[in-house]
C-alpha cells in the first residue's frame, strides 16, 4: 500500500497541477494517516490484481483479514456476513497448484496458508463446513434454507466467496454451524441436497477445503455472459481450433476494438485488471492466459452452468447439455464435451493428457519423497490435490485418467496406510 | 427525454474556507465496524452523494473534495431516519460546502445519476446487487445538484476543492475509484446547457 501511495502521489501532482483547477483549499498536505479512511480509493489497486503481479501471499492476506464472525440475530440474517476470498483467477490457481504440487514448503502453499489462518482466525472451525456447487445465483437465503433442509438447524454465521472484482459469487459459502455436534455428519447430510438444480458439494472446513473449492470454483465460475438468443453459437467463433488464449471481451474493447460477436464464457473468472497508474493512459495488457484448464472447456463447462431449464437466456445451441445434476466438476466437464459443439481438438486432448501425466508423476514423487523424509501429511495433501487437479481437467472421463488417478489413489492409500503405521 | 442540466463557468463561483470536517471515523476498521453496528440497529445504510458540477471550456467538471495528495470524493453523508434522500443531499450538500446561512434551496436536486450497492461491511461496492446477496449493508445514490448562477463555497480546511474534468475521470478507477470514475458514464444521458 505504502508503494502505490507514493506512485499515486507523484501521478498527482503531475496530473492536478495541469488539469485540475484548484479551486480553493489551504492545506495541501492532509497527514497519510487520515487518508486511509477512505479505502474506497485507496484499496483498489490492490483489488485489480497489483499491477498483474499480486502475490500469493497477499490475496492470503485479505483471506485472512475477511475471516470474522458475526453471531446469530433474530432474523437469522443481521449475522451473515459475506466474505470475498483471494482474487484467483484459473491461471493463479493452477499456478498455485502447482507450485504446490512441485515445491516443497508444504507451510506456505495454498493449503497451508489458508488453512493457517481459518485454523488461527477461528478457533471454532470446527463448527463449520463448506459448500459448494452452488451456482452465482444462489442466494444467502438458499443456503440457510439448505442447511434446515439437512436438518443442521441454524446457521450462526455464513460466507460466501466472491469475486472481489466484479461481485459475483464463486458458489462456495462457509457456514458456521452451531456446535461441533451438528457439524459431525453435516456434509453427507448437505450433499444430499440440491439447489437449483445442483446437488451441494460439502466439506468440513479443513485444510484442504478452500482450495479445493477455490480450484473448482475457477474452473467453472466463469463470467456468465450468456449469448442472447439469436446470437450465433459460440463455435462459429472458436471455429475447430479455439485460440489457446482468447483475448477476452474486455480487452478487446479497451484496444479500441469492440468484439465483433461477444465471445460469450472465454474470459478468465477474474479479468486481471490493470490498476496500474495511469490507468487512463496505458492499454491494458491482455489478461494471463487460463493455464490448467483449457478454455473452451471453460467455456462449455460455463455454457452448461450458466443455463437453466426454464430460464431466460436459454441459447438453444446448450439446450441439449443442460443435464447437470452431476455434483463435481469433472462430471460437468466431461459432460461438456458430449456436446456436439464442444468437443476439444486432439491438440486440446493430447496437451491435457500431458499436463495430466506430469501432474501425477511429479506429485508421486513428491508424495513418496515427502513420505520417505517422515512428512506423511504433506504427502498425502499432494496426492489430494494432484487428483483432483486431474479430476477437473478435460479429459477426467477419459480412460487415462482413470489410470492416473487409480495410480495415485493406491499411492495415496499406501502413504495412508505407512501413516498411520508410523503413529 | 432530454434532462436539460445548466452549467456555469467555475469563474462564476467565490471559495473560502471554514473550520474542518472531519470524518466520523478515524479508521477504515472502525469504519466498517460503526457501518455493521449501524446495520445491526437499523438495518442497511442509505447513504447519498452530491454531484456538483460546473464547467470550463465547455466540459463539464466535477466538484471534489481533495483529501491528502490522492484522496477524492464527492459531498457525502448518510440519510437519517425520516429524513428524504433529497433532504439529505441539501444537508450534506450544505454540510460540506456551504455555511449554517446559505439557503438550502441553493442546492437544487435534480435528479438521481447512479446507485452503488454494498453487499458486505467492506470496500467493494458495485452498481448492482450480486445476485446471491439478498442484504447488502449499504445503499448508496449519487444526486445530481444543480448550481445557482452564483454562489460561494466554503470549503472545510481539512479538505481541497478541485474541479475535475470529466475526462479526468473517464476510465480512471485506480485514481478516483469506481464511484467516481463511473460519473462520465452516468452523467452522460444529461444534456448540457454550457453558459
Known amino acids: 500500500m505504502a508503494t502505490e501511495s507514493v506512485s499515486d502521489e507523484w501521478m498527482y501532482n503531475e496530473v492536478l497541477d495541469d488539469d485540475m483547477p484548484e479551486v480553493s483549499g489551504m492545506n495541501r498536505r492532509v497527514s497519510i494517516d487520515s487518508t486511509d479512511l477512505l479505502d474506497d480509493v485507496l484499496t483498489f489497486p490492490a483489488s485489480g490484481g497489483g499491477n498483474g503481479s499480486k502475490t500469493e501471499v497477499d490475496t492470503e492476506e485479505e483471506v485472512d483479514l475477511n475471516l470474522h464472525f458475526t453471531t446469530d440475530t433474530e432474523n437469522g440474517l443481521a449475522g451473515i456476513e459475506d466474505s470475498r476470498s483471494a482474487r484467483y483467477n484459473a491461471e493463479q490457481v493452477a499456478k498455485t497448484v502447482q507450485a504446490r504440487i512441485e515445491s516443497n514448503k508444504t507451510s506456505q502453499s495454498i493449503g497451508g496458508t489458508h488453512s493457517r489462518s481459518i485454523y488461527m482466525r477461528d478457533p471454532n472451525k470446527k463448527n463449520s463446513v463448506f459448500i459448494g456447487n452452488l451456482t452465482w445465483w444462489t442466494t444467502d437465503m438458499d443456503v440457510l434454507s439448505a442447511v434446515r433442509e439437512a436438518g443442521l438447524g441454524e446457521v450462526k454465521s455464513l460466507k460466501f466467496y466472491d469475486n472481489r472484482t466484479n461481485g459475483q459469487s464463486k458458489g462456495f459459502t462457509m457456514v458456521e454451524l452451531t456446535s461441533e455436534a451438528v457439524a459431525l455428519g453435516a456434509p453427507d447430510k448437505l450433499q444430499m441436497i440440491t439447489v437449483h438444480g445442483r446437488k451441494l458439494v460439502a466439506a468440513y472446513a479443513g485444510r484442504m477445503s478452500v482450495a479445493q473449492f477455490e480450484a473448482k470454483s475457477s474452473g467453472k465460475a466463469v463470467p456468465d455472459k450468456q449469448p442472447l438468443v439469436g446470437n450465433k453459437p459460440q463455435t462459429s467463433l472458436t471455429g475447430k481450433n479455439p485460440p489457446l488464449y482468447p483475448r477476452p471481451p474486455l480487452a478487446s474493447v479497451m484496444g479500441g476494438l469492440p468484439p465483433p460477436i461477444l465471445p460469450p464464457t472465454l474470459v478468465p473468472p477474474e479479468l486481471p485488471f490493470n490498476p496500474a497508474f495511469p490507468a487512463a493512459a496505458l492499454p491494458r495488457p491482455p489478461p494471463l492466459p487460463p493455464a490448467a484448464f483449457d478454455p473452451s472447456a471453460l467455456a462449455a463447462a460455463a455454457a452448461l452452468n450458466s443455463q437453466k431449464p426454464g430460464g431466460a437466456h436459454l441459447n438453444p445451441a446448450f439446450l441439449q447439455d443442460q443435464m447437470m445434476q452431476g455434483n463435481n466438476v469433472a462430471e460437468i466437464f466431461a459432460k461438456a464435451f458430449q456436446g456436439p459443439t464442444s468437443r476439444p481438438s486432439d491438440e486440446e486432448i493430447a496437451d491435457a493428457n500431458q499436463r495430466n501425466r506430469a501432474i501425477s508423476s511429479s506429485a508421486i514423487s513428491r508424495a513418496m519423497s515427502d513420505a520417505n523424509a517422515g512428512d506423511y501429511e504433506s504427502a498425502i495433501e499432494t496426492l489430494k490435490m494432484a487428483i483432483t487437479l486431474i479430476k477437473q481437467s478435460i479429459t477426467a472421463g477419459s480412460e487415462s485418467c482413470q489410470i492416473l488417478i487409480q495410480s495415485l489413489v493406491d499411492c495415496l492409500r499406501g502413504v495412508e496406510h505407512q501413516a498411520s503405521g508410523s503413529k | ?195
Open chain 2, 1 to 195: 427525454m432530454d434532462r436539460l442540466i445548466k452549467l456555469y463557468p467555475l469563474s462564476n463561483y467565490t471559495f473560502g474556507t471554514k473550520e474542518p470536517l472531519y470524518e466520523k471515523d478515524r479508521t477504515v476498521e472502525s469504519r466498517f465496524l460503526r457501518l455493521k453496528e449501524d446495520y445491526e440497529k437499523t438495518g442497511m445504510r442509505r447513504s447519498v452523494d452530491g454531484v456538483v458540477l460546473v464547467h470550463e471550456h465547455n466540459l463539464p467538471h466535477v466538484l471534489l473534495l481533495q483529501l491528502g495528495s490522492t484522496f477524492f470524493k464527492l459531498p457525502s453523508g448518510e440519510v437519517g431516519p425520516g429524513e428524504s434522500e433529497a433532504e439529505g443531499v441539501q444537508r450534506i450538500v450544505n454540510d460540506t460546502l456551504g455555511k449554517e446561512d446559505t439557503p438550502l434551496s441553493t442546492w437544487i436536486v435534480e435528479d438521481v445519476v447512479a446507485n452503488w450497492w454494498r453487499p458486505n461491511f467492506e470496500s467493494p461496492q458495485y452498481p448492482y446487487i450480486p445476485a446471491h446477496c439478498t442484504h447488502p449493508k449499504e445503499h448508496k445514490k449519487l444526486f445530481l445538484v444543480q448550481l445557482p448562477e452564483r454562489t460561494m463555497f466554503h470549503v472545510p480546511r481539512n479538505y481541497k476543492l478541485v474541479a475535475a474534468p470529466l475526462f479526468e475521470l473517464y476510465d480512471n478507477s485506480a485514481g478516483y475509484g469506481p464511484v467516481i470514475a463511473g460519473l462520465p458514464q452516468n452523467l452522460s444521458r444529461f444534456n448540457f446547457i454550457y453558459i
